[in-house]
């Protein structure tokens, strides 16, 4: 039978030194039938001419050099998804690296599991020569090589403290989900992706693969790394956090939960300069009181109400399946 077609969007700015990397990295891949369309946004170094020298391969759809810079690189997935014809679609940064097997293993794991909206891998955090600086030992005891998780629980256990699918580039998802989840993901400049993510959860079950196929980029000139120096993230993620309230339709139970959790977080950051500009800025997030403190507690013991099913779920039983 004929493997389904994935489409590979690689959304690119200003990341020359490493694009050579990352292109053969994809075009060597062991999965024989995808397409990649690359969109470059004006980069200012020499990013096009290298780019131009794969234009011949014909593993590549398109090409696409913006005239002006969009300021946005979700703007870029909005487009690069819109030209995708394949069954899924894989957002691979353009600074990133993947294993030969990636789209092989992640793509046989969708198949296998028809009820899954996506499909992650771990990933190996390298430096600007490709050094490994971070791999998760742990994996070498891991009982389960795969864990597929219902979409809500994970939303509810995990995504909701933290951006667990902290990389596009170890995502492969379906296609036919991107209509469903709400174009707000564009108006984050920091937190778009966590938005993105957590909105296609969803809508099936979240499929983790505990192998390293993916390397995770980090330099002086990634957008995230800068982020990091001033507020401007914790703004971003707070107008984030209460755009996804409101998309999950939490109940109060819940907002009030979070919004203790995220406030202890605000508070207890070494890294933020102004917290009451932060909290003013976002207050349904970050303004809590002590009335949220026993919702909190019930949360932490308890769990977060699910939002469609049972009404208790026990904090450490999340339901998954194991193969």
Not at 162 to 173: L, T
């Amino acid at each position: 039978m004929e493997k389904p077609l994935v489409s590979v969007i690689i959304p690119s700015y200003n990341h020359a030194p490493f694009l050579r990397e990352r292109l053969d990295s994809i075009l060597q891949q062991d999965y024989p039938n995808f397409e990649v369309f690359v969109l470059d946004d004006c980069s200012p170094d020499n990013s096009r001419e290298i780019i131009e020298q794969y234009s011949s391969n014909p593993h590549i759809g398109q090409i696409v050099f913006n005239e002006q810079n969009t300021g946005n690189t979700f703007c870029q997935w909005h487009r690069g998804i819109s030209m995708a014809k394949g069954k899924y679609v894989w957002i691979a940064e353009s600074d990133d690296v993947a294993e030969p097997s990636f789209l092989s293993v992640l793509v046989a794991e969708l198949e296998r599991n028809p009820n899954a909206v996506l499909a992650y891998s771990y990933s190996k955090v390298i430096d600007q020569d490709s050094r490994v600086i971070y791999e998760d030992r742990s994996l070498v005891a891991t009982p389960f090589r795969i864990k597929v998780y219902r979409g809500n629980d994970y939303i509810m256990h995990y995504q909701l403290r933290d951006n667990c699918i902290y990389n596009a580039s170890m995502v492969v998802f379906r296609r036919d989900v991107y209509p469903r989840i709400s174009p707000k993901f564009m108006e984050h400049r920091y937190c778009g992706d966590w938005f993105f993510w957590t909105c296609a959860c969803q809508y099936g079950d979240v499929i983790e693969v505990r192998e390293p196929l993916n390397s995770f980029r980090q330099h002086t000139n990634k957008v995230t790394v800068k982020s990091q120096k001033g507020d401007k993230n914790w703004i971003d993620a707070g107008l984030m956090m209460t755009d996804l309230v409101e998309e999950l339709q939490l109940n109060n139970y819940q907002r009030r939960s979070l919004r203790f959790l995220w406030n202890r977080r605000l508070m207890r950051s070494k890294i933020v300069d102004d917290k009451m500009k932060i909290m003013r800025a976002c207050p349904a997030i970050f303004k809590s009181d002590w009335c949220d403190y026993p919702y909190f507690k019930w949360a932490k013991n308890f769990g977060f109400l699910q939002l469609r099913s049972r009404m208790v779920l026990t904090y450490f039983n999340v339901p998954i399946v194991n193969h």
